[in-house]
């Protein structure tokens, strides 16, 4: 038998979800750089209707369904505060990249300056104005080496404006430590060392640069964490207003009048005026849907049916109206209505059209005992 189907967050809950999947659908027909799920995430009014379902969710899944009690309510607490710290981790990436920032443009500038002074000192040495000077400027034993190294590196390529090219560059350093066994006048050895000592500095600044540009720049994982950040965060708002709710409804809950109906019928006898009496009937039912106060059916099989004076009119129930079974009365302290009612608040109890003894007299000494108001008219 159904209970406790939904109670009143079902039909939002659909709603927004329909609309949720609505946008999806539309998103997902056009060109999309990012998965829809995570598009949702980026529009303000996505997140509103996203929280509108969640919210609706959390009510009809915790409120009517699972029905929390107080201490439960508490435990949703870590439910919602762990979303929320999930959402601002993401918040740590802008911290660190603000950080490692300023760390980052000097670690730049050092390299920078490391590879104009590699340039220098190549050409110190290996420059046109200082080959052609050679012999002038030095001994003529440290001027043949020299001599010698602007033979051997004369044809290196340079730029339009005489500056030594990327590739230039490498290939000196390649050689490098075969230049050390090769020269030895102390000129040269004195310039190897201190060019020796430019590159190892320039591949320092080098490799600091890309540690820093690590730390100043988001992996993939991290941009795919920062697209779901918001959503998350407005789950966590949802369930901590469903939980707001919840609590309210805990602290003061609805009264309500319900109206018992059993075997999804409604006996009438209305002394040859059947059609009138149904009208009423029908009216009256209807407004009581209308304004909320709670159908419930109860499904007797022990009972006889009408007698043939009076008129049994069926009764459909509605969605959100709830069934129970009970096999005899001997079962009612037991059964599922019994149970079910002890957890309501329940004013008033409506039984018409029932005509049978022995289940309204069992009901009215129920509705003594729960402090409940059995209001009983046989007949209609």
Known sequence: MKKDLNKPYVAPMVFWLAVVCVLLLLYGLGPADVPELIYLSLAPVYLLVAFAFMYYFFCWSLISVFRLGEVGWKKVDYGWLLLAALALISATQAVRVDWFQSDYQLAQSARDAAQRRVLAEIDDMLGSAHCKAALELHEPQDAAQVISLCERFGTLERSADGRLSALAVIKVQQVLGDLRGEYSAPLVQQWLQRLGDTFSELEHQRAEVHRLHGLTEASQAERLYGYCAPL?????????????????????????????????????????????????????????????????????????????????????????????????????????????????????????????????????????????????????
């Open 232 to 380: 998350l965060l407005v789950i966590a708002l949802a369930l901590r207003a469903s939980k707001v709710t919840g609590e309210v409804l805990l602290k003061a809950p609805r009264r309500r009048k319900l109206w018992l109906i059993v075997n999804r019928r409604v006996v009438i006898d209305g002394l040859g005026f059947v059609r009138g009496a149904r009208a009423r009937l029908d009216e009256a039912l209807r407004n009581w849907r209308v304004a909320q106060w709670g159908v419930v059916h109860l499904s007797c099989p022990f009972i006889a049916g009408a007698s043939p004076q009076d008129t049994p009119v069926p009764v459909i129930p509605g969605f959100y109206e709830n069934e129970f079974q009970l096999a005899s009365l001997g079962e009612f302290d037991s059964s599922e209505f019994v149970q079910w009612a002890a957890i309501q608040t329940i004013d008033v109890l409506y039984l018409v059209g029932e005509t049978d003894l022995s289940l309204i007299d069992r009901l009215r000494r129920w509705g003594e005992a729960a402090n409940i108001e059995v209001l009983v008219r046989e007949r209609i």
